[in-house]
């Protein structure tokens, strides 16, 4: 078993949908959560990040981060053609050694 | 503010050319790491480092080498290139070492194809 899993898409949705966005993770010592957008031909972009358990807000993007389960989510209300790119989720654990681990990316079309 | 820089954007070697990729930040970040993205592999870990003179291996060390004499640059160095390291290269860098909690900062990337 990988220790993140994400489907890897592709994913196409209409303009104005919400679309969800899920990783599955296996080390409960993760305590630290990061979504990333990759546009094409770019490098990963910050979009959210959150710690432990809960949800954070920014706009029309929202991060769930659910431990018990080992599930993470994003969602983006009202889609946009502008968010076609790859979300890739990442983790790291709470303690000194420890490297960041990624999911190896969804792939999101929003068709106009 | 230009953050994490990588130089050059496209290369292209023969097998058995070296070359040096080139990473600054300007964020005062203590961790610097490299990371390449080959399709359905996702982003693996090349080396990192926690500071100046501190690095050490990741996920897939074979073939690179890298060195961190100041704060804002960490290059990597392909020693005898191989098709095999046909892939895209992202240099990425954090505040502090990542149980920190510091988010990763990447580069856009240098997308190198051996021949």
């Known amino acids: 078993q990988k220790e993140v899993e994400q489907d890897p898409g592709p994913l196409s949705v209409p303009e104005g949908a919400i679309v969800s966005l899920n990783c599955t993770y296996s080390?409960?010592?993760?305590?630290?959560f990061m979504w990333y957008r990759q546009y094409s031909r770019k490098g990963p972009e910050l979009l959210m990040y959150t710690y432990s358990s809960g949800n954070k807000e920014d706009g029309r993007f929202t991060a769930q981060v659910d431990k018990s389960s080992k599930y993470i989510s994003l969602f983006i209300r009202d889609s946009q053609p502008s968010d076609s790119a790859t979300y890739l989720c990442?983790?790291?654990?709470?303690?000194?050694?420890?490297?960041?681990?990624f999911g190896p990316g969804t792939r999101l079309s929003v068709l106009p | 503010n230009a953050g994490v820089t990588q130089t050059p954007k496209f290369q292209v070697l023969k097998t058995g050319q070296s070359m040096t990729l080139q990473c600054a930040q300007d964020m005062n970040h203590e961790y610097m790491s490299w990371y390449r993205q080959d399709p359905g592999m996702g982003l693996r870990l090349i080396h990192y480092s926690v500071g100046a003179g501190i690095t050490d291996q990741g996920e897939v060390p074979n073939g690179y080498n890298v060195s961190r004499s100041t704060t804002e640059d960490f290059p990597l160095r392909l020693l005898s290139a191989a098709p095999s390291q046909t892939s895209v290269y992202f240099c990425a860098s954090s505040a502090r070492y990542p149980g920190s909690g510091s988010p990763l900062h990447f580069g856009n990337g240098t997308r190198l194809t051996v021949t």
């Open positions: 990442a983790m790291s654990a709470r303690d000194y050694g420890q490297n960041f681990v």
């Open positions: 080390n409960s010592a993760f305590q630290y």
